[in-house]
């Protein structure tokens, strides 16, 4: 059985307005996904703007999450990168820190073929002794790991699972045939958790719960019982939110709703910028009609 299970949550990285990392407004995400009953969080992940934040910013962040998180849910560091070298320095980082896992993005723009992913995943194995999530995203990186590459990456047992964002939820299924049984199949899109639940994932990492913790596991646990009426039902509630979550460049809507909320700043890093108008006026209405501005558990 696989402890990564449930929802992880895809943290942001608030900004303070001189462009510094709002450490308040982050330690405060983290508390509220605590309290929202997620399984895990993911710090510096590609939705916490990982290729614009600094070496130091990237490890302080890792750092504070585990000790905020005290123990409380699981801390899967974001330690991709292109370079193998750099990843296996994050991931050394965060084992010394006390991050439960590391989540392993693709080798982006590069595009190693199926030999040279199965050396980079392999190396950075052999380099820290620490529990690796692959992250598939091909719509990012330009490659895709294909069912039985990650086979042959996951015969490492420090491999123990997969982000799938490579937008077929019945992929899962020959997964499940190539690897062995531990191995957590984690959806990679809100969009798809359901599909892919259906097709017996063990959880999904998350944007929207940066928004409905509380509603994100609703949903899991809907689907992990079995009762697809329900997740069906909650799918279909939170549907307009978590497709305009994604109408601009992720994670521009979710910062811009989080400050709606109160929560934290929506500024961006460049290349990124906050959404258009019509993105923000979307938000809203998808808001409202959630009664996300009430202040009530989401």
Do not use: W
Request: charged fraction near 15%.
């Amino acid at each position: 059985m696989t402890v990564f299970k449930g929802v992880f949550t895809a943290l942001v990285t608030p900004f303070a307005p001189d462009g510094s990392i709002d450490e308040t407004a982050f330690a405060a995400l983290i508390e509220r996904q605590v309290a929202g009953g997620v399984a895990g969080i993911i710090p510096v992940g590609t939705t916490g703007e990982s290729p614009t934040i600094t070496v130091a910013e990237h490890h302080r962040l890792i750092e504070q999450t585990v000790q905020i998180a005290a123990g409380r849910v699981l801390v899967v560091a974001g330690c991709g990168s292109n370079d193998t070298a750099t990843a296996i320095s994050h991931m050394r980082h965060a084992k010394t820190v006390g991050a439960d896992a590391a989540l392993i993005v693709a080798p982006y723009y590069n595009k190693p073929n199926p030999r040279a992913l199965v050396a980079h995943f392999t190396a950075l194995c052999e380099a820290v002794q620490l529990p690796q999530i692959v992250y598939n995203i091909p719509g990012r990186t330009g490659i895709d790991i294909s069912p039985e590459t990650f086979a042959e990456i996951a015969t490492h047992p420090n491999i123990v699972g997969l982000k799938d964002s490579a937008g077929d939820p019945s992929r899962t299924v020959v997964h499940r045939r190539l690897c062995r049984p531990d191995i957590a199949l984690l959806a990679g899109d809100d969009q798809h958790a359901l599909g892919f639940g259906a097709f017996g994932t063990d959880g999904v990492v998350s944007v929207l719960s940066n928004i409905m913790p509380e509603t994100c596991v609703a949903l899991q646990n809907a689907i992990a019982t079995g009762d697809f009426a329900t997740a069906r039902a909650i799918n279909a509630r939170v549907d307009v939110l978590q497709r305009t979550l994604f109408a601009e460049p992720n994670p521009g809507p979710a910062k811009a709703l989080l400050s709606m909320m109160g929560l934290c700043s929506d500024r961006m890093r460049l290349p990124l910028l906050s959404p258009a108008h019509a993105t923000l006026d979307a938000l809203r209405v998808a808001a409202v009609a959630l009664d996300l501005f009430s202040g009530a558990p989401a």
